[in-house]
């Protein structure tokens, strides 16, 4: 069983800046391809960022430029940095483990822009 912790997730005024963080437990995580998703109020979960096991990455239009998914394998950790937020950019971030036919997913971060 893999469990993913995300962090870094809090208030934070537009034009600001987040970095959120997925710890996960064992040694799946190298080979497995790691994304953040999020779920806005009223809508439906979305993709934001992709990174596969080879680093190779894929962004969402939404945040395509503001965004940057990165991975420390040794720290079995993911990340999401988050730059020049935007109110719309509001919404419970997930982080998700997929390594066919295993998947996971964590338990979210609220993520709140707003002055």
């Known amino acids: 069983q893999v469990q993913l912790v995300e962090s870094g997730g809090g208030l934070v005024q537009p034009g600001g800046s987040l970095r959120l963080s997925c710890a996960a437990s064992?040694?799946?995580?190298?080979?497995?391809?790691m994304g953040w998703y999020r779920r806005a109020p009223g809508k439906q979960r979305e993709p934001v960022a992709t990174i596969t096991s080879g680093g190779s990455t894929n962004y969402a239009d939404s945040g395509k430029d503001r965004f940057t998914i990165s991975r420390d394998n040794a720290k079995n950790t993911v990340y999401l940095q988050m730059n020049s937020l935007k109110p719309e950019d509001t919404a419970v971030y997930y982080c998700?483990?997929?390594?066919?036919?295993?998947?996971?997913w964590g338990q979210g971060t609220q993520v709140t822009v707003s002055s």
């Open positions: 064992g040694s799946i995580f190298r080979v497995s391809t």
């Open positions: 998700r483990l997929y390594s066919p036919p295993f998947e996971y």
